[in-house]
T-cell receptor, first 114, second 108 residues
Framework: DAGVIQSPRHEVTEMGQEVTLRCKPI?????LFWYRQTMMRGLELLIY????????DSGMPEDRFSAKMPNASFSTLKIQPSEPRDSAVYFC????????????FGPGTRLTVL | SQQGEEDPQALSIQEGENATMNCSYK?????LQWYRQNSGRGLVHLIL?????REKHSGRLRVTLDTSKKSSSLLITASRAADTASYFC????????FGAGTRLTVKP
């Protein structure tokens, strides 16, 4: 298996633009997590899905952020409109079976909002 | 403050030395996990230890869990420059939210 795949790996955009980050979890995994990592705030859990259903989105910073999982092999995290403070590395991770099992992380998307 | 807190925040050692880092939590757990993050990369799972276990080994890694002290330690023996990374713990107590991590530097 190729592992968790994220795209793009790097994204540079201007304030106010819409940004869409994509994730393909490991085949067969039923949990998918979105994280954001910054120097100031560390690694933050934004939202997670189980069987394509959002379970906990309490970490989503505000309404500008939205996440979807239309099927078991694809998820998106969208920021609209983007702001400079959204600059961070966004990670997607997946796991199998239980919420607290081992998580497999993707390589991340480094987002820069100018 | 964040739970699943790692200590120390930073650690610098020479290659060949052992590195020990700690993780504390507040209430009760079912399991505790350690992850490693190399610079610019995603986290990689190292070890999961359950509340009824006291020690687990994986290669040069040894993890201990003391539920009475609500703490865990990760020991890396005979460290290598490639072990330079940040190390995080996470527990089900804090919904697998990660702490700030321990930044380990192994000097060749």
């Amino acid at each position: 298996d190729a592992g968790v795949i994220q795209s793009p790996r790097h994204e540079v955009t201007e304030m106010g633009q819409e940004v869409t980050l994509r994730c393909k979890p490991i085949s067969g995994h039923d949990y998918l997590f979105w994280y954001r990592q910054t120097m100031m705030r560390g690694l933050e859990l934004l939202i997670y899905f189980n069987n394509n259903v959002p379970i906990d989105d309490s970490g989503m910073p505000e309404d500008r952020f939205s996440a979807k999982m239309p099927n078991a092999s694809f998820s998106t995290l969208k920021i609209q409109p983007s702001e400079p403070r959204d600059s961070a590395v966004y990670f997607c991770a997946s796991s199998f079976g239980q919420r607290y099992n081992e998580q497999f992380f993707g390589p991340g998307t480094r987002l820069t909002v100018l | 403050s964040q739970q699943g807190e790692e200590d120390p925040q930073a650690l610098s050692i020479q290659e060949g030395e052992n590195a020990t880092m700690n993780c504390s939590y507040k209430t009760s757990i079912n399991n505790l996990q350690w992850y490693r993050q190399n610079s610019g990369r995603g986290l990689v799972h190292l070890i999961l230890i359950r509340s009824n276990e006291r020690e687990k080994h994986s290669g040069r890694l040894r993890v201990t869990l003391d539920t009475s002290k609500k703490s865990s330690s990760l020991l890396i023996t005979a460290s290598r420059a490639a072990d330079t990374a940040s190390y995080f713990c996470a527990t089900d107590e804090n919904d697998m939210r990660f702490g700030a991590g321990t930044r380990l530097t192994v000097k060749p």
